[in-house]
Structure formats: structure tokens, C-alpha cells
């Protein structure tokens, strides 16, 4: 098991950007594949990104391909989302899970057993 704590939300202007960290407890970082969801006011949890142990496979959700950027730091236990040219409907709360011996591939919220509490992201139009 793995505690998991987000940080770097924050209010931003329609095209501005933010950094999210999840900070990762425990020795065993490097064998969780690691992701990022988002939940809107009324809306489902839903995927972002995702980043496999060693960080060499990176995926992403179709609405934020080309804007925002999965990386990790094993050394530092910590995974990052660098969020660019943000929208409006990028408005959410941002989660970042792991899952153990995980490829990085995964996208389902079941997919993750750890999660953290979250950090709210605000884009003003």
C-alpha cells in the first residue's frame, strides 16, 4: 500500500497552466504504475493520464492529448501532471492513484487501489 498526497492546484485563466504533484510514501514507489483522474461538479471520476513503473509508456485521455504532460521522479517518489493551455472544462478536482506492478495502461478507476484526497483545479473563462 501506498499514501499518496497531491498538491499544486490552484485557480488559473483559460489558457494558463499548473503543475499537479503526488507525493508517494513508502520504498516500493517504483513498482506502482501511477495515474491521474479528474472529477467535475456532477460528473463521473474520469481517466487523465497514466505513467507505467519506470516511466517510459505514457498514456492519455483524448481531451487532454498535446496539453498536458505525465511524468514521475522514482528517486523522489513522485509523479507529475504539467497541465498546459488549460480550459474551462479542465475544472475539476484531480486524483493521483497507483497500482501495483501496473503497466501504465490502465484506465479504469477499479484498475487502482490507492488513491489520494485530491486537489481542486480551477480554470476561469
Known amino acids: 500500500q501506498v499514501h499518496l498526497v497531491e498538491s499544486g492546484g490552484g485557480l488559473v485563466q483559460t489558457g494558463g497552466s499548473l503543475r499537479l504533484s503526488c507525493a508517494a510514501s513508502?520504498?516500493?514507489?517504483?513498482?506502482?504504475?501511477m495515474g491521474w483522474f479528474r472529477q467535475a461538479p456532477g460528473k463521473e471520476r474520469e481517466f487523465v493520464s497514466a505513467?507505467?513503473?519506470?516511466?517510459?509508456?505514457?498514456n492519455y485521455a483524448d481531451p487532454v492529448k498535446g496539453r498536458f504532460t505525465i511524468s514521475r521522479d522514482n528517486d523522489k517518489n513522485a509523479a507529475y501532471l504539467q497541465m498546459n493551455s488549460l480550459k474551462p472544462e479542465d475544472t475539476a478536482v484531480y486524483y493521483c492513484?497507483?497500482?501495483?506492478?501496473?503497466?501504465?495502461?490502465?484506465?479504469?478507476?477499479?484498475?487502482?487501489?490507492?488513491w489520494g484526497q485530491g486537489t481542486q483545479v480551477t480554470v476561469s473563462s
Open positions: 505513467i507505467s513503473r519506470g516511466g517510459g509508456s505514457r
Open positions: 513508502g520504498r516500493t514507489f517504483s513498482q506502482y504504475a
Open positions: 492513484a497507483a497500482q501495483r506492478l501496473g503497466t501504465g495502461w490502465a484506465r479504469e478507476i477499479y484498475d487502482y487501489h490507492d
